[in-house]
């Protein structure tokens, strides 16, 4: 059904790898098209729990398509732009909480798509950077704006500037990624953070995502009378009564999702 991504549902986790091996998993335009495809068709699914991206090969994703980019009018690179916008935004945004795995090269456009997800695990092989200053061009999938929100504005600029690549232990330093494993556990290590987020409470996990999400936009003042308002939201839920009371009775909550 889809030409350069894969898309499989098991056991409450929608998987979603980037299949283009042979082009580094370039971000052109039908990738960016299947992907936003596949992550609304993960976030409508109520079956679904967590989504995990990877790359297939030995990269995550190496940026968006050079030989593409290389042709494109001022008016299409925008479209391109928008296109890419679209997807971050989703993945920013969905309720649905969603980990990259990241396999290899997480590199321009590759690093931006990874730091729209909400936790990064890496390979120590992993590489990052947003060597776009080298191509003279700029980040343009956000990367301008989400990676001084992860790391800081004065390392944002470093790596923006320098377009330098740094590797997994480097990440995991500044903050880019929340875990660094070898390469042949990164994809169990990424499942069991996704079994322990299913584990939690459904609509807990939702809210949270959402007060972190919308919350880190506003002033402090606003942000405060945001969360006050959703956490009180939950204590009309079944599965506030059954965590609560599951603690105090000393077993396992059986969550029920409402
Ligand atoms: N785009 C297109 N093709 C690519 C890309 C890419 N980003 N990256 C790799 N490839 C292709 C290579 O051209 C090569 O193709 P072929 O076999 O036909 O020659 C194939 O993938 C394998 O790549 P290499 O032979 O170079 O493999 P190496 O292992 O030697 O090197 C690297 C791997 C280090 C990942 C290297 O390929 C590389 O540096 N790639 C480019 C990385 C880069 O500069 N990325 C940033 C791109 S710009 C960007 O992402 C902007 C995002 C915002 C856009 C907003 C627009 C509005």
């Not at 120590?124 to 992860?150: C, D, H, M, T, Y």
């Amino acid at each position: 059904m889809y030409e350069t991504i894969k898309y499989e549902v098991k056991d409450q986790i929608a998987y979603i790898t980037v299949n283009r091996p042979k082009a580094m998993n370039a971000l052109n335009s039908t990738v960016l098209e299947e992907l936003y495809e596949a992550f609304v068709a993960a976030g409508d699914d109520e079956g679904v729990r967590v989504i995990i991206l990877t790359g297939e090969g030995k990269a995550f994703v190496a940026g968006a398509d050079i030989a593409e980019m290389s042709k494109m009018t001022p008016v299409e690179a925008r479209e391109f732009g928008k296109k890419g916008h679209k997807l971050m935004n989703y993945i920013h945004n969905v309720e649905t909480p969603v980990i990259a795995a990241i396999n290899g090269f997480a590199l321009g456009g590759g690093c931006e798509l990874s730091m729209a997800c909400d936790i990064r695990v890496a390979a120590e092989s992993a590489k990052f950077g947003q060597p776009e200053v080298s191509l003279g061009l700029i980040p343009g999938f956000a990367g301008n704006l989400r990676l001084p929100r992860l790391v800081g504005k004065g390392m944002a600029k470093y790596m923006i500037l320098t377009g330098e690549m740094i590797g997994a232990d480097e990440a995991y330093r500044i903050g880019l990624v929340q875990k660094v494993v070898p390469l042949e556990e990164l994809a169990g290590e990424t499942e069991r953070i996704a079994k322990q987020i299913i584990a939690q409470a459904p609509i807990a996990v939702k809210y949270a995502k959402d007060v972190i999400n919308n919350g880190y936009d506003m002033d402090l003042k606003s942000a405060s009378a945001y969360e006050v308002n959703t956490f009180g939201i939950p204590f009309a839920s079944e599965d506030m009564v059954e965590g609560t009371t599951a603690f105090l009775e000393k077993r396992k909550p059986v969550w029920k999702n409402r």
